[in-house]
């Protein structure tokens, strides 16, 4: 045992003073007229609190004790049997320290992590902000940062509903034993006030600090990206939201946008699904609340990490017609063959892997996408064809079924009647028989790919699958 311990002839002698105490409080309650049963914890269990104590703070260095008032009063509380006060004072010890931590760590890159709400967000700017949070907010984001454990986190949560359901926050007749109040103590001194942040957490930090103040180079990217993978996966989904958050502020620095974009890619591929939505979640938002320079500024966060596909259904399908209406103005316009590619490719940037398009633009999407990969009567914009396939590859029944009721569309039916686009559209179909799952789809594609091209001039290769459709 650490020679700071007080001897134990002190917690004996203090335990006998508390019974003095307890007995002459009493008195007194009597003598006012006041209730003096199960007011004050009995002795036993003060006696339990006392007798432990030193053991449980010979884990706080000098310099933590000195900061502790909380756990001062804590003990004071203990000794004069009101535990539920007490349980109040360890958890505001809890939470002061907390805050010191996240102000000691950084300020910007907790507020990033922790506040979903873009809105609710720009009013988090200093240190006195960190009071307006909750407390579960408080301790979520410090797990969230790294600031304290999972496990750390479980426990504290246990000990914050405690807090609110048995302490003297709220009237209560809950009865706290001390040896519950002893292992609370302990939990919080353990992963909280005896704690700093170590290992991932503090190369976190510093690199946030150094895409603040440095200019990186893409030679200083690749460490940087090796440690990337390495962190623990919460962890890097903080960082994933605090550099998306530093990205889209209109305020920041071009440089450190620069900085960002060197490691964003790896940050992202290295997070799950769960915190790439979040991020497209605030995409969106920005788009519905007009606040364009974010949301301008979003987009291009989400393109260089290829992550567009992940915005919300109704947004992708706005985004999705625009691209397309682009697509397709440039397609019947001068110059096509150039001028077709960029808008191909950042159409492709809204399909995901999986094919799936939003219902509401997609017999739209199919259309603009076939008359392109068709070409015109002068040939192909050949270097968009690789983002047409890729895009026409990841069809799926749904987008046959457009597919196929195209060939009831007059301006299809148009293209058809210049023989090599006729073809060339049979020749398109025919890689694509496995990718349908529909029996009466697959019969539908097997009458268009068996049937003669003037049928499909004619619209009388419809007419024999319409009822399949």
């Known amino acids: ?41 009995e002795i036993k269990e003060r006696r339990v609190v006392i007798g432990n104590m030193p053991i449980i703070i010979d884990r706080l260095n000098s310099e933590q004790r000195q900061r502790a008032l909380y756990i001062s009063k804590f003990i004071a509380s203990c000794g004069s049997g009101l535990f539920d006060s007490a349980l109040n004072y360890l958890w505001n010890e809890t939470i002061v320290n907390l805050r010191s931590k996240v102000i000691r760590f950084d300020l910007d890159y907790f507020f990033d992590s922790t506040i979903g709400d873009t809105k609710k967000r720009s009013d988090y700017k200093n240190e006195k902000d960190l009071e307006k949070l909750d407390d579960w907010e408080l301790i979520r984001g410090c797990r969230d940062t790294g600031i304290i454990s999972d496990m750390g986190y479980k426990h504290l949560d246990y000990i914050r509903d405690m807090r609110n359901f048995a302490s003297a926050a709220h009237p209560n007749h809950t009865q706290i034993t001390g040896l519950q109040l002893l292992s609370w103590l302990e939990t919080c001194i353990i992963e909280v006030l005896a704690k700093e942040p170590e290992g991932p957490v503090l190369e976190v930090r510093k690199l946030l600090q150094n895409i603040r103040t440095q200019i990186l180079t893409q030679n200083d990217a690749k460490p940087i990206i090796a440690n990337i993978k390495r962190l623990p996966q919460d962890l890097t989904h903080s960082l994933l939201r605090a550099l998306f958050g530093m990205y889209v502020d209109e305020r920041q620095d071009v440089v450190v946008r620069e900085n960002i974009e060197l490691i964003s890619i790896e940050v992202w591929n290295n997070s799950d699904s769960t915190a790439k939505n979040d991020i497209a979640f605030k995409y969106a938002v920005f788009s519905v609340n007009a606040e364009l320079g974010k949301k301008e500024l979003a987009k291009q966060f989400l393109t260089i990490v290829d992550g567009l596909s992940y915005i919300s259904e109704d947004q992708r399908a706005i985004e999705i017609r ?45 259309k603009v996408l076939l008359i392109c990969r068709l070409g015109n009567s002068y040939g192909l914009a050949n270097a968009a064809i690789p983002y047409y396939n890729q895009m026409i590859d990841r069809f799926q029944d749904p987008e046959f079924s ?24 049979i020749q398109i179909l025919i890689p694509l028989k496995d990718k349908i799952k529909s029996e009466k789809l697959k019969k539908a594609y097997n009458i268009i790919i068996n049937g003669p091209i003037p049928d499909l001039q004619s619209k009388k290769t419809y007419q024999t699958i319409k009822n399949l459709l």
């Open 402 to 425: 457009e597919l196929f009721r195209l060939l009831d569309d007059n301006e299809i039916v148009i293209i058809f009647n210049d023989a090599t686009r006729a073809n060339r559209f």
């Open 322 to 366: 625009e691209i397309s209406e682009k697509l397709l103005r440039a397609h019947n316009g001068f110059n096509n063959f150039y001028n077709e590619d960029p808008h191909a490719k950042s159409l492709l940037k809204y399909i995901p892997s999986s094919g799936s398009v939003p219902q509401l633009v997609r017999s739209y999407y199919v």
């Open 1 to 41: 045992m650490s020679k700071n311990l007080p001897a134990l002839r002190d917690s004996v002698e203090i335990t006998e003073q508390i019974d003095t105490f307890s007995s002459s409080l009493e008195s007194y309650l009597v003598s006012l007229d006041l209730p003096n049963e199960r007011v004050l914890v």
